[in-house]
């Protein structure tokens, strides 16, 4: 652990914030890895220079996101508090709370999912195992089933678009495909449920689904993009 001269105490007025700052800022420098613990609760209010309900306001955030792991109880390593790794829900709760709040317009969704989705589908047609489409037809099978719910419907949608980011073996770009259809899920429901008849409107995505998986299967990325492209503008109405 760092010397206790490195922490900076605390100054402004929305404390917890500045709490979460520094020990962001300490994680960016390289000085906090995930498994490190940090210093007592007491003794890291002692060194920020803030009270311990503002230490643990920000604890409380920051182990919300997957950030840090209060683990309480007694023994060795009862009360104390260490350095996690980010849990992907947790990214995901901030983008659905940026989204309902009306920080992102429909159309800065609808572009970025575009620019995911095709980038996901051509190095999936370029990368995807045989394995990959296995589980991806298994999905698509699944999609067919004529009593599945528009919930149910729009969730193995979801597991679809995913599972294809996760062929290309970029974890960083499932993550992000995970997180954006989490955080659009509810949207998409309720675009599916407005539909005069749904379970008609469905015919038409299962073969556009078809499609794409068929040219990741035949390792042509350009058709794929091109056919992701046409199958959000369709969905949104924007083609």
């Not at 007694?74 to 989204?99: D, H, N, S």
């Not at 599945?148 to 970029?170: K, P, Q, W, Y």
Request: with cysteine.
């Amino acid at each position: 652990m760092s010397s206790a001269s490195a922490w900076e105490p605390v100054r402004r007025v929305r404390t917890y914030e500045q709490v979460m700052a520094q020990i962001e800022q300490r994680m960016l420098d390289g000085l906090l890895a995930p498994g490190d613990r940090l210093p007592s609760e007491r003794e890291l209010a002692q060194l920020l220079g803030v009270s311990r309900p503002s230490l643990r306001e920000a604890l409380r955030v920051l182990e919300a996101l997957g950030i840090v792991d209060v683990r309480p109880g007694r023994g060795p390593e009862g009360g104390t508090v260490f350095v996690g790794r980010p849990r992907e829900g947790g990214f995901a709760i901030l983008l659905k709370m940026q989204l309902a709040l009306g920080h992102f317009s429909d159309g800065d969704v609808i572009r970025t999912r575009l620019m995911l989705e095709e980038w996901s589908v051509a190095e999936a047609a370029r990368h995807a195992t045989g394995a990959d489409h296995v589980e991806l037809r298994r999905i698509l099978d699944l999609m067919d089933a004529p009593e599945l719910s528009a919930r149910d419907f729009n969730r193995l949608d979801t597991e679809f678009h995913v599972r294809i980011a996760e062929s290309t073996g970029n974890a960083l770009a499932s993550y992000l495909m995970s997180s954006l259809r989490t955080a659009i899920h509810r949207r998409m429901i309720d675009a599916s449920e407005r539909l005069d008849d749904w379970r008609r409107a469905c015919g038409p995505v299962r073969a556009e689904h078809r499609a794409i998986l068929e040219a990741i299967e035949e390792h042509d990325p350009e058709r794929a993009a091109a056919l992701v492209r046409d199958h959000i503008k369709d969905f949104y109405g924007t083609g």
